[in-house]
């Protein structure tokens, strides 16, 4: 099965919004309400930011958020800060115990 | 708190086997299953398996079906991950994360780092 398509790259300015979409199909993003998504920084271990679709874990910042339409999975990260360039990782689960990640995009913040 | 412990780094020959240790502590270790993650240096995060250690149900990703083989130990309280017929494009970092398929109970390992190589 193919990694859940996400763009490479994105970048932003100070203070501006970002999304970042991850489009799967419908056996998966569009299947289950089950995508998470990971944050993580340069030698780093990921660390979760949303899980199904939408939810913040405790601690998380709320300029992180999520949603879902159809096939794709969006991550917004409102009022963008140094500390938010990382790479981020959705995450989908695709039946039968299995899950799958996006391929990556890396956030720049100009 | 939740803590998991993985095992050191490893260099192995190609053809060889590897297995990654992850010991657990913190929750109740039946409740949330294991899943593995690996990360090839520069790369993205590629799932690997999942297995239930309530149970030992299992699944692993059709790429590495044949060559990996996901085991717990409820008395150490350990997961463990054998890749076997290693490539040098196996080299990466392993991941251990224990958890439900998506929720907030989401816990990882450090990585440890294999390389495979001539």
């Known amino acids: 099965q193919s990694a859940l398509t996400q763009p490479a790259s994105v970048s932003g300015s100070h203070g501006q919004s970002i999304t970042i979409s991850c489009t799967g199909t419908?056996?998966?993003?569009?299947?289950?309400?089950?995508v998470s998504w990971y944050q993580q920084h340069p030698g780093k271990v990921p660390k979760l930011i949303l899980y199904?679709?939408?939810k913040r874990p405790s601690g998380v910042s709320n300029r992180f958020s999520g949603s879902k339409s159809g096939n794709t999975a969006s991550l917004t990260i409102s009022g963008l800060q140094s500390e938010d360039e990382a790479d981020y990782y959705c995450?989908?689960?695709?039946?039968?115990?299995?899950?799958?990640f996006g391929g990556g995009t890396k956030v720049t913040v100009l | 708190q939740v803590q998991l412990v993985q095992s050191g780094p490893e260099v192995k020959k190609p053809g060889a086997s590897v297995k990654v240790s992850c010991k657990t502590s913190?929750?109740?270790?039946?409740?949330?299953?294991f899943t593995w993650v690996r990360q090839a240096p520069g790369q993205g995060l590629e799932w690997m398996g999942w297995?239930?250690?309530?149970?030992?149900?299992?699944n692993s990703a059709q790429t590495f079906q044949g060559r990996v083989t996901l085991t717990t130990d409820t008395s150490t309280r350990t997961g463990y991950m054998e890749l076997r017929n290693l490539k040098s494009d196996d080299t990466a970092t392993y991941y251990c994360?224990?958890?439900?398929?998506?929720?907030?109970?989401?816990?990882w390992g450090h990585g440890t780092l294999v390389t495979v190589s001539s």
């Open positions: 995450c989908s689960f695709v039946g039968r115990f299995s899950s799958l």
């Open positions: 419908s056996s998966d993003v569009g299947k289950y309400n089950l």
């Open positions: 199904e679709v939408t």
């Open positions: 913190g929750y109740i270790f039946t409740t949330y299953g």
């Open positions: 994360r224990v958890g439900a398929a998506a929720g907030e109970f989401d816990y």
């Open positions: 297995i239930s250690s309530y149970n030992g149900d299992t």
